[in-house]
């Protein structure tokens, strides 16, 4: 297995990326990491280990605010445009990086491109459940503006990953609404629940509210990215206040630390794309690289594309 990471992707590449890898090889020995980034300072935060990997240079870094398509053009040097090449040729099996979340679905849409019938990518977020377990919210961000047939679509892409990656034999499937009852809701929700209800790929049980997002409810919860990234920047909110400032301790609710999770994937892709959150650190990117792997091991893309088409 050949797993690619942008190094200089973050907001403390290249040292955390650095300690990321570290911590995984001291665990992992079957994949071969291929490190994209500034050699020296690579070099420098792997010592003695850095002959254990493979190391591309690269000189351009594109950084987090600018305008994805018009990057990748102008900076084919960075280590996100070289990553998605890699990618793209089959050089490696999957590739990684905290960097621009833009180009991180621009690269994974039309350069490794989507698996044929996918309309569009989607992104899960991991959501902590009072039992102990997590369930997945889809999608978080990326499509703020859905049709019906977007979400369907998401709810079967999601099953998949549920299914192959978290270990869960027939996930369930909710939509999130104002009200449990058939018909509620705006129009896109009411016209997805009937979609929802006749696929056949996934365990739709109905719809659920904002207050059971966390009680078990269901192992899948499908929303547009609108709805979905506001849930998830409150949940970020609430740990950020409770527990970093006013250093209040709870079990669960230091589960809501995204650190926790590493990194998502870019479902719909024809190969593992993995985006981290832009603050990640050694613990995230540890948990990067075993989500890329497990995604590499489990084919899950490849049973994505048979699932849809």
Known sequence: ?????DMMGGDYAPEQACLGVLSFLETTQDCTLVLLGDETQIR???GETANKVKIIPTTEIIDMNEH???AMKEKPNSS???GFGLLARGDVDAFISAGNTGVMLVGASHVVKLAEGILRPTIPSPVPQISGAESVLVDVGINA???PENLNQFATLATVYAREIQGKENPTVALLNIGEEEGKGNILAQATYPLLKENTNINFIGNVEGRDLINDSADIIICEGFTGNVVLKFAESLYDVI???QKLSDPFLERFNHKLYGGVPVLGC???VVVGHG???KVSFTGMLHLARKMILSKVCEKIAANII
Do not use: F, H
């Not at 297995?1 to 990471?5: G, T």
């Open 279 to 281: 603050v990640s650190d």
């Open 1 to 5: 297995m050949r797993i690619a990471l």
């Open 145 to 147: 503006d859905c049709k």
């Open 270 to 272: 024809n190969k593992p």
């Open 44 to 46: 420098a935060g792997l």
């Open 80 to 82: 996100l445009v070289v």
């Open 243 to 245: 527990q970093v400032q």
């Open 68 to 70: 994805p398509v018009r």
